[in-house]
């Protein structure tokens, strides 16, 4: 079975990799596998200086998924480049930096100084969780093509758009990203919700609000990653609610050519590694001997025939 | 850490809403010190919960655990059964260095939920040749437990918020009842009554375990995030805690 993709700056042995803010540098998840596994790795968000983050709670749980507002706590972009990037180069893998910032000049910066110990970078015009830049430049188009522009020209690697889910119009913000000159397109952040506890009639999340993640997100993805497909030609790294192989191909099959696994990381460590273990049965299975094959298939099918389909 | 289906060998109701569980697995072996907790994986629900680890045995391969019902996901544990599987990440975090505490007597203070990772601590004391003295705060008479495990250790003083049990009020109304000669004192609980036990102990050296809501327990999230007083700017109560030396961490 042929697991492997190539993207722009990303040559793929699998197209499983763990999405921003679910595995921050991979330390924590190398006790458990090798790192070597995935088919890449996609940092946790970096800004331009160190940041806390919000205060706590940070997470709630919900009906099939989870809402966090961490508020891009990272150490900033000169100690990833130098504390957490080398560790992760060791296991021969393509590192996507997610690039996040609150002024054009701010995400420049970052993916000026990152771009160059990186493969891609994912720049993220969606965080939920941030006071300012984050998604505002996610939900206008405009400004999205802005900071897109002066980050694509900035960088030394290809730039994949993170979008946001909490627009009307996902196709304007994609088409806007291509014109901006965006590499690829990673969907979707999260979804932003809020769970109010009873008790204390106040939201369970100190910030308020939070991201929605998690198996509740994945049919709203599935139809934005269908509905962008067909009207972009850049690729697409799928995610939101993956936990099994079928996941996988469903988002193949809506137009991902890649995949991310966000918030299941969290009840299952071992979930990147099992899930790629599955694959190629899971794709034999449905009648597919590459992953290539599958890309785009319910917008257009590649494969004549199948067993499993009448 | 492993990840671990842990056999349920016991699995009761010794208080309130509180509910005791025995586990077997070979994951005990791997825990280094009393105040680590597991990570548990409940059916039907996203999040895995953290509990304290209450009690281990090496030999026998068996972990005790005592949690509170909280909500839907707690609720849905005391459901589990003897003989029952259940999948656990473990052990988890640092917890209270007892083997390298060199005192004669050591003061525990533990405030409803945060008392049982405090239990095999205070053996643990105890066994080094330690005097253990110990306050345990409840809401009232029928949230208390592990009062008769803690008195075969030594000293216990009890206090509710009610008055129903004990000294009525919170456990450091009861700090003028000890005897002051402890050279440190080691306390879990909500974070307002570890900032009350650290206000009172100035001078003394103490080790505070912290509970927060967790995401994926292993330091990778960053839900469980406190500030701390170092460089750095913050610790994770999952694996640079959940225990920390007062004054590590900003209690607020």
Known sequence: ???????????????????????????????????????????KAATKERRFGNGTPRVAETSSGMLNAIGLQNPGVESIISDEIPFLRNHNLPIIAN??????????EVAEQISSHVDAIELNISCPNVKEGGV???????????????VVEVSTVPVYVKLSPNVTDIVGMALAAEEAGASGLSMINTLTGMRIDPKTRKPVIANGTGGLSG????????????????????????????ETA???LEYLLAGASAVAIGSANFKNPFICKEVIEDLPATLSRYGFSSVEQAIGGANDEKVETSVLRP | MKNERMTILRHEKVARDTHLLVLEGKLVQEIADPGQFVHVRIDGFYLRRPISIADYNLENSTVTLIYKVMGDGTKALTRSQVGDRLDVL??????????SIYSDHA??????????????????????GLAVTSILGFRSREDAFLLDEFRALGEVHVTTEDGSLGKSGRVTDALSDVREDYQLYLSCGPTVMLKAVADQHPDTPGYLSMEERMGCGIGACFACVVESNDEKGYKRICCDGPVFKSGEVVLS
């Open chain 1, 1 to 43: 079975m042929n697991l492997s993709v190539n993207l722009p700056g990303l040559t793929l042995k699998n197209p499983v990799m763990p999405a921003s803010g679910c595995f921050a540098f991979g330390k924590e998840f190398a006790q458990f596998y090798d790192l070597a596994s995935l088919g890449a790795v996609i940092m």
């Open chain 1, 99 to 108: 690039v996040a910032g609150s002024t054009v000049e701010e995400y420049g």
């Open chain 1, 246 to 248: 079928e996941d996988v």
């Open chain 1, 215 to 242: 198996a509740a997100i994945k049919p709203i993805s599935i139809r934005m990653i269908h509905q962008v497909y067909q009207a972009v030609t850049i690729p697409i790294i799928g995610m939101g609610g993956i």
């Open chain 2, 107 to 128: 003061l525990i203070i533990g405030g409803g939920i945060g008392v049982p990772p405090l239990y095999s601590t205070a053996k643990n004391l105890k066994e080094n």
């Open chain 2, 90 to 99: 473990g052990p988890g975090g640092q917890g209270f260095p007892t083997t």
């Open chain 1, 136 to 150: 505002q430049f996610g939900t206008d188009p405009l400004l999205a093509k802005e900071v897109i522009r002066y």
